[in-house]
């Protein structure tokens, strides 16, 4: 299968060590889900410009790409495509996320991440972000 989508996401941590998740609006595929932050890479972008772009557009906050530390990465198969999804880490940034996408926001404990379901891809990303905030 060589149909790879390619999408960046973000954990963003606040000063609680705390971790944002977004709810997938109803209409959406995958909707009621809880994802991080995030997107589609577009054409001409890197991973971290298309981040940037992507928290203004979801969250309305600012941030630069030098304030994005490469974490992991997911690659799962979907049954349409495999998706490759590298995840950052970004502390620093400018405003408080507000929803502008009818999104539902959650700052979430790490040790509470299970209790908010996720993408299958998003799973093994979990204990990854546990081990590293507790
Ligand atoms: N942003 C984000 N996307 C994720 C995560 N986990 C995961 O499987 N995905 C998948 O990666 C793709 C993200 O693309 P997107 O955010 O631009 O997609 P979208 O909501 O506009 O549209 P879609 O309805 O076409 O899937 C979706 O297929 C989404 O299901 C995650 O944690 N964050």
Redesign the pocket.
């Known amino acids: 299968m060589s149909n790879i989508?390619l999408?960046?996401?973000c954990a963003l941590v606040d000063t609680d060590n705390r971790i944002l998740l977004?709810q997938?609006p109803e209409g959406?595929?995958?909707a009621g889900?809880w994802?991080?932050?995030?997107?589609?890479i577009e054409q001409g972008e890197t991973p971290e410009e298309s981040l940037v772009r992507?928290l203004k557009e979801e969250l309305g906050i600012t941030t630069q790409t030098a304030c994005l530390a490469p974490l992991t990465f997911?690659s799962?198969a979907?049954e349409k495509?495999h998706?490759l999804?590298p995840?950052f880490i970004c502390r620093k940034f400018e405003g408080i996320p507000m929803p502008q996408e009818n999104q539902t926001l959650k700052w979430v404990r790490p040790e509470k991440l299970r209790d908010y379901p996720?993408?299958?891809?998003?799973e093994p990303?979990i204990p990854v972000l546990q081990d590293l905030l507790r």
């Open positions: 989508l999408v960046t996401a977004a997938r959406k595929s995958l889900l994802e991080f932050p995030g997107g589609k992507e997911a799962y979907y495509f998706l999804m995840l996720m993408p299958p891809a998003d990303l």
